[in-house]
């Protein structure tokens, strides 16, 4: 490669970076803004559409997040997904830019883990391959109409993902996290569906 090219080059991957740094830190800001009642209001509509859906009725081994304070609450997930004896996974970061899924066996096996965010116990977890997963509940900071996802900047999912080959990735958000274009790289992974509490995207 010419090092015309390659300066042409890394100027498009900085531009990309920033166009990414801008995006999440309007979103985060977006998501801050929201009251406790818009919060459990649109959460519970965009849970109620999810726990609706044949892809989550359907599956047996699904995981997902355990919610920040910001984020769409997925409780609820959690006490349907036991209440129908579903397997139930977290993730887990088990090393730099490495994660795993963790089985959940009931609500009392979360303890708060090393980076703040509730994970299985350590003398609990059991591993799930993540090709076994049959839907995977994906966060992100936003996404797109094409079903484009900007992560959250760890880089964790993308790779995870890339092993869940099985695996249906549905993404739920609040509707102002859908953009008409989100900035993305090869590596970047896409969702197959994306719940917000106005509309179902597939």
Known sequence: MRHG??????????????????????????????????????SNEIVKKFLAQEVYQNSKIIMAYVSMAE????????????????????????????????????????????FGILTVRADLRKFIDAEKLNCIIVPGAAFDLNFNRLGLGGGYYDK???????????ALAYDFQIVEKVPTEPHDFKVDMIISEKRILK
């Open 160 to 170: 995870f993902l890339a092993r869940a080959a099985n695996a249906k990735k549905i």
């Open 5 to 42: 090219q390659l300066l042409r080059l890394k100027e498009i991957l900085l531009k990309l970076m920033e166009e990414k740094i801008l995006l999440r830190k309007k979103m985060r800001t977006r998501r801050k803004s929201l009251t406790e009642i818009e919060r459990e209001i649109f």
């Open 71 to 114: 984020e769409v609450q997925l409780q609820k997930i959690f006490i349907d997904a036991f209440a129908r004896k579903k397997i139930l996974a977290v993730p887990l970061i088990v090393g730099k830019g490495e994660m795993q899924a963790v089985e959940v066996p009931n609500f009392d096996a979360l303890e708060i883990g090393e």
